[in-house]
Nanobody
């Protein structure tokens, strides 16, 4: 079964850091772009950050630029989201997603496999 499993979420104070992990299983993802999305309470799911298949190209939304960093380890079939200087507005369920392409996209339709999501809560 092909799946993505997120881990590393939790409740933290504003200003803290968290690192989310997403491990893929069932096949290799070394030729797939990977992304992270999030859905805050009462809001639509939004794109956050993505990385190309090689890790050479990344893209992040303005609100997390300079605070969130994405990386991947193709040997481990894993992608990571390092979140620094967390703010209460970063509170959301975070989803890992895999694209059928080598390059990243910013729309949900650019991704065809999703994790189950993991809660990140930031309190002030």
């Amino acid at each position: 079964q092909v799946r993505l499993v997120e881990s590393g979420g939790g409740l933290v104070q504003a200003g803290a850091s968290l690192k989310l992990s997403c491990v893929a299983s069932g096949r290799t993802f070394s030729r797939n772009a990977m992304g992270w999305f999030r859905q805050a309470p009462g809001k639509e799911r939004e794109f956050v950050i993505a990385v190309s298949y090689s890790g050479a190209s990344t893209y992040a939304i303005d609100s997390v630029l300079g605070r969130f960093f994405i990386s991947r380890d193709n040997a481990e079939n894993a992608v990571y989201l390092q979140m620094n200087s967390l703010k209460p507005e970063d509170t959301a369920v975070y989803y890992c997603a895999s694209a059928p392409t080598e390059g990243w996209g910013i729309e949900e339709d650019d991704y065809d496999l999703w994790g189950q999501g993991i809660q990140v809560t930031v309190v002030s």
